[in-house]
């Protein structure tokens, strides 16, 4: 028998995702319209895809550890020095990085309940604990008690994505601002923004920093580039210096590095993408008075459809998986009367229709009952 840690000894860890090729095997068959994994569903930049065919034979070589050409970029873009930038594989990476650099057993981090669950998949990964805060009734961040809680229980971490996922929802900036300015001094907010590109200017500026603020942002959502597996994190000098201690130097591979930089300068594509996401938000509200439910305002990629009970958003969420369209329900009281929808072409927004207008017409006679 091997000698594992006690921490693989006892109750597994719980994975925080079933992949849709996963859950396609297991339901042996494809779906037909893939609205649960919010990737960008509008394409592939033309100069990231132009990169990929140019250089593809170069995959043969290895990255550039230092993804010095893409965190210059980036740091020109923020008005920032390069210290101060740090790419890894994605959001994840980051989180298991920054994780790892701050949680001894039994540490204590915190978040909202029901929010991304791979920060908390981490954390139990260095033996650290959780502490939840339940999303207000209304489905947006209690701010007041993530505060409150970093202070009672003398976190290291805070976790909170702005725009949130998966309500959508969108914090202004004075509220980010308060909550750094109310928990401890040693408490890291780690703030997620994966989705800030699509909630135009409502967000912290670009020249606002503070020693425990950690801003995440991603190749994956806006750039299209979910499977290249590409982010970065800005963050004082200080933390990203720590994270080189640890980090996993050609995580990010010779063509993501090259595909995110094309990316990140064709202001075409990305605005293309932005429009159409526009669009196809204000299809979902129209949809969602359609068949009597409401939506939460959306600063994302995605828009979250609230029908009122848990019991009726399991209902339509089972319905549209039997019709082979691929949602995300959160499980979590309160968002779990809602179900998360990404923005698709229109082609996928016109079977999502169709399907939710047959469900409801399907489920009425259950609801009135």
Known sequence: MFAYRKLLAG???????????????????????????????????????????????????????????????????????????????????????????FIEPGDVSITSLGAYPSFDFYVSGCEGRVVHVPYLPSCWNDVDQLAEGAERHRAKLLYLANPDNPSGTLLPPLQIQRLI?????????????????????????????????????????????AGARVGYALAESELVHALESIR?????????????????????????????????????CTLAGRIGATVLPSSANFVAFDFGTASLAKLMADYLEKRDVF????????LDRLIRVTVGPPEARAYLCEVLLEAMASLQPMVIK
Request: aromatic share 8%; net charge neutral; charged share 25%.
């Open 11 to 101: 109750p597994p860890i719980r994975a925080p995702f079933v992949g849709p090729k996963e859950l396609e095997r297991r339901r042996g068959r494809p779906y037909k319209a893939r609205l649960g994994a919010n990737e960008c569903l509008f394409g592939v930049s033309p100069l990231a895809m132009r990169v990929m065919a140019e250089s593809g034979r170069e995959v043969a070589f290895y990255s550039d550890p230092t993804n010095r050409d893409l965190r210059d970029a980036i740091a020109v873009s923020w008005g920032q020095s390069l210290s101060r930038v740090v790419v890894a594989e994605g959001i994840e990476g980051l989180l298991g990085l920054f994780v790892r650099a």
């Open 181 to 225: 300015e109310r928990i401890p001094p040693t408490c890291v907010l780690l703030l997620d923004e994966a989705y800030a590109e699509f909630a135009g200017t409502e967000l912290l500026p670009a020249n606002m920093s503070w020693p425990n603020l950690v801003r995440l942002r991603t190749f994956s959502k806006l750039y299209g580039l």
């Open 248 to 284: 996993q130097h050609f995580a990010v591979g010779k063509l993501s590095q090259e595909m995110a930089l094309a990316a990140f300068h064709d202001h075409t594509f990305l605005a293309d993408v932005l429009s159409q996401t526009d669009e196809g938000r204000e299809e979902y």
């Open 327 to 334: 949602v995300r329900r959160p499980s979590d009281p309160p």
